[in-house]
């Protein structure tokens, strides 16, 4: 995957926007978002701003960053930053103890909260074309960029309670996003990414749809595969379907931030036992099947109701995956860490 | 939020005026709601050796001295509140264990409910939040 890796510079691509150019009244948001899968261990890390009004003013930024990590059991924080701090060309980011650095060859995520049993520092080499959805409509007015490196090379350490894992060649997904929309609004979004247990296999997929709150509505479906850093299918529209079997019936192992379980005690998390979604383009043609293992829920509160909750579930799971692109069989057990939002 | 004796060796007393001053700071949609809910009804409430009023006020929410008219009485402690908002226990549980106890007759309760929904709604909206739960984690070790 080396010539597709030259090609790739997150520095030039990949840095904070801060702020969207189409500046309004309605909250701007921006997140990056690493994922890293390791033989016993799921990590989601994600460094979220936020503001109050469009504009993402510095006086009116709220850093969060959020840990998620999952062993025999999940461990996770949601950690308040009041002034994240962002170097002028976007590309290095301190919320309070914990930072990313975004270089020409990648990514530097460093986590520390050892009061909390997490610290982390790990470097992110993008293996995969990365792929850019411009102004997606959410919802009426509200508009989300999302860039995404389906497939990442991880190398580093993380230290869970006494536990530590050292990286090396692990696989990591990575997506960043921006945009204007408030939580609440008459949205939701699935998405997953799935990486290969077998470090030799070369394949990522990623699948997203959008729906109304009422999931009544599909506005967007669409799933995408790499193979060796190439993005080799892409399907969407009546291309690609999937189908949710049952219900999950077990608690979310975590819930965060903590407070808000207590006013939203209603664990109910209305995640599938089982989802298979497939896709084909022409006569290529691919189908995954994702059996949840755990969860945790982050919890947030509802910029437009006053007691209103939207909760985004993190699910974790074994996936398999089969089908043929290109007259080649790609086939294989995977991992999957799916994102299942409801309001 | 105004409050009638000096603050320092009373820790429910000093943490829930932060959090009342930070309700209407940061969320004072949540404040004006909260005004609402506890405009009919005081509130008692006793924290460990400590014992405070909660009411609605011109203008925001005082703390005061018990008040004599208080239709509901609630008996806690520092740890159990600090538990419930880490999430190791749940109001249910605590009730069920006598480290919460509510009084009042079933329509009252019903409000106060409201109002500490009310409340914690806005505390989680409110970015200086965790630091309250981070002193109230302090205070809860010291009690």
């Known amino acids: ?343 | 939020v105004s409050s009638s004796s000096s603050d320092a060796d009373l820790p429910a007393r000093r943490l829930l005026g932060a959090a009342l001053d930070a309700l209407g700071r940061e969320a004072p949609a949540h404040r004006d709601l909260l005004c609402g809910t506890l405009a009919a009804l005081a509130v008692n409430v006793h924290v460990d050796r400590e014992a405070l009023g909660v009411r609605a006020a011109a203008g925001g929410l005082a703390i005061t001295e018990p008040a004599a008219s208080a239709r509901v009485t609630i008996r806690t402690d520092l740890a159990t509140a600090y538990a419930l908002l880490d999430a190791r226990l749940t109001i249910l549980e605590a009730v069920r264990t006598g480290r919460l106890d509510a009084r009042g007759s079933a329509g009252d309760l019903a409000v106060a409910a409201e109002a500490l929904s009310v409340f914690l709604h806005g505390l989680v909206r409110c970015p200086s939040g965790a630091a309250l739960l981070r002193a109230l984690r302090s205070a809860s070790k010291e009690s």
């Open chain 1, 1 to 343: 995957m080396t010539g597709v890796a030259d090609q790739l510079d997150p520095a030039r691509d990949d840095f904070w926007r801060v702020r969207s150019p189409a500046a309004t009244s309605v909250p701007f948001k921006e997140w990056q978002h690493f994922i890293v899968l390791a033989p016993g261990l799921d990590l989601i890390l994600n460094f979220n701003l936020s503001s109050s009004s469009g504009l993402g003013e510095p006086h009116d930024r709220l850093g969060r960053v959020i840990a998620l990590a999952r062993t025999s059991r999940w461990t996770g924080i949601v950690d308040a930053a009041s002034r994240p701090e962002l170097s002028r060309d976007g590309c290095r980011a301190r919320f309070g103890d914990h930072r990313v650095e975004i270089r020409t060859t990648g990514y530097r995520v460093v986590v520390e909260a050892p009061a909390d049993g997490i610290v982390a520092d790990l470097t992110l080499r993008p293996m995969a074309v990365p792929i850019t959805a411009r102004r997606q409509a959410l919802a009426p007015g509200r508009r989300l960029d999302w860039t995404l490196t389906a497939r990442l090379a991880v190398d580093g350490e993380v230290e869970l309670g006494d536990r530590t894992f050292a990286l090396v060649d692990a696989v990591g997904y990575h997506d960043h996003n921006w945009g204007h929309f408030a939580w609440g609004d008459d949205f939701t979004w699935e998405w997953c990414c799935v990486l290969p247990t077998d470090r030799a296999a070369d394949w990522a997929v990623v699948y997203s749809n959008l729906m109304n709150g009422a999931r009544t509505h599909l506005a967007l479906e669409q799933l995408f595969v790499w193979r060796s850093g190439l993005n080799v299918l892409a399907a969407g529209g009546l291309d690609v379907s999937a189908h949710a079997e049952g219900r999950h019936r077990a608690r979310p192992e975590l819930r965060l931030p903590r407070p808000m379980a207590v006013v939203q005690p209603r664990i109910d998390s209305d995640v599938p036992r089982r989802l298979e979604v497939s896709a084909r383009s022409g006569a290529d043609h691919v189908a995954l099947g994702f059996a949840p293992e755990s969860l945790v829920q982050l919890l947030v509160p509802s910029e437009l109701a006053p007691r209103g909750v939207v909760v985004i579930n993190e699910v974790v799971g074994p996936v398999e995956l089969a089908g043929r692109i290109a007259g080649q069989t790609i086939a294989g057990e995977g991992r999957g860490v799916f994102e299942l939002v409801r309001r």
